[in-house]
């Protein structure tokens, strides 16, 4: 079994690069931040932070030129659908009219079962009666950059577009009496581009609400899917700078990666409730 809990490499790179664009933007847009009446009574930064309670749906596959489709869903093999995620979400309104908006949560689950029949998994054949053994790793980073359409005391209109970055790590194991005889694993990192829209609504003086909707359809060297993303809460705030906030966040991805004469394919749905502590400033 591969411990796949540690953050990889890249995954630190990515988050490095994050934190670098931080760095440079704050530098080079920092005479054109806007005044007090350009944002309307919109904080200029706001960090969202709490845990995400999601259930997911995943199915892998293999494509062969001329061939069939073979498929492996998690749940059959014992993997839980349901986990635990801290989730992390902020914005910046950094110029005039521009604004960015971060966000990050993991899934990480695995499970045992019995393969039911013969399953010829690409080259690999795992056998009628083995144990089954699944894991499946995904870490997803939402970085998007937004356009301010319409920003008064109450209501807030963005159009923008983004890069998803979706981090997946699943592996199949056969067992006979608990000695591995097969295995076989996915890997795949990609920014996939994001296109956006973004609206806020201040109900009252303590209460909002805030929505989200994402969506990229691509097609373009080895890669074909689409990917939608959604989310909406509300928020609650103490005061200025303090607030509490609970919402309903999905992504959808169906993705297609052309590898030789095998494609990948890659069917992922995820959703749940997630509860946060805001911060404003």
Same mark, same amino acid.
């Given at each position: 079994?591969?411990?796949?809990?540690?953050?990889?490499?890249?995954?630190?790179?990515?988050?490095?690069?994050?934190?670098?664009?931080?760095?440079?933007?704050?530098?080079?847009?920092?005479?054109?931040?806007?005044?007090?009446?350009?944002?309307?009574?919109?904080?200029?930064?706001?960090?969202?932070?709490?845990?995400?309670?999601?259930?997911?749906?995943?199915?892998?596959?293999?494509?062969? #030129?001329?061939?069939?489709?073979?498929?492996?869903?998690?749940?059959?093999?014992?993997?839980?659908?349901?986990?635990?995620?801290?989730?992390?979400?902020?914005?910046?309104?950094?110029?005039?009219?521009?604004?960015?908006?971060?966000?990050?949560?993991?899934?990480?689950?695995?499970?045992?079962?019995?393969?039911?029949?013969?399953?010829?998994?690409?080259?690999?054949?795992?056998?009628?009666?083995?144990?089954?053994?699944?894991?499946?790793?995904?870490?997803?980073?939402?970085?998007?950059?937004?356009?301010?359409?319409?920003?008064?005391?109450?209501?807030?209109?963005?159009?923008?577009?983004?890069?998803?970055?979706?981090?997946?790590?699943?592996?199949?194991?056969?067992?006979?009496?608990?000695?591995?005889?097969?295995?076989?694993?996915?890997?795949?990192?990609?920014?996939?581009?994001?296109?956006?829209?973004?609206?806020?609504?201040?109900?009252?003086?303590?209460?909002?609400?805030?929505?989200?909707?994402?969506?990229?359809?691509?097609?373009? #060297?080895?890669?074909?899917?689409?990917?939608?993303?959604?989310?909406?809460?509300?928020?609650?705030?103490?005061?200025?700078?303090?607030?509490?906030?609970?919402?309903?966040?999905?992504? #959808?991805?169906?993705?297609?990666?052309? #590898?030789?004469?095998?494609?990948?394919?890659?069917?992922?749905?995820?959703?749940?409730?997630?509860?946060?502590?805001?911060?404003?400033?």
């Amino acid at each position: 079994m591969t411990d796949y809990r540690p953050a990889p490499l890249r995954t630190k790179v990515l988050i490095w690069s994050v934190a670098a664009l931080f760095q440079v933007m704050s530098g080079t847009l920092q005479a054109d931040s806007p005044d007090e009446e350009e944002l309307a009574g919109w904080n200029p930064v706001t960090m969202r932070l709490g845990m995400y309670l999601l259930e997911a749906d995943s199915t892998f596959g293999l494509k062969k #030129d001329g061939g069939g489709i073979e498929l492996v869903n998690l749940d059959r093999l014992g993997v839980k659908k349901d986990d635990t995620s801290p989730w992390i979400s902020g914005v910046w309104r950094f110029g005039r009219k521009w604004s960015l908006f971060l966000s990050a949560f993991r899934y990480d689950e695995d499970g045992f079962g019995v393969w039911e029949i013969d399953f010829d998994f690409g080259d690999i054949t795992f056998p009628a009666g083995a144990q089954s053994y699944a894991r499946l790793a995904t870490d997803f980073y939402l970085v998007d950059t937004a356009y301010t359409f319409i920003r008064t005391p109450q209501h807030e209109l963005l159009l923008g577009f983004g890069i998803y970055g979706v981090d997946i790590k699943a592996e199949f194991e056969a067992r006979v009496n608990e000695i591995e005889i097969n295995n076989k694993r996915f890997d795949f990192l990609a920014p996939l581009p994001n296109g956006i829209v973004k609206y806020s609504w201040k109900i009252s003086d303590h209460w909002a609400w805030h929505s989200s909707l994402g969506w990229f359809g691509l097609s373009y #060297d080895k890669y074909s899917g689409s990917l939608i993303n959604f989310s909406t809460s509300f928020e609650y705030s103490f005061n200025d700078h303090w607030g509490m906030g609970l919402g309903y966040s999905a992504v #959808d991805m169906d993705l297609e990666i052309q #590898d030789g004469e095998l494609t990948e394919i890659y069917d992922i749905n995820i959703g749940g409730v997630f509860a946060y502590l805001s911060l404003q400033f």
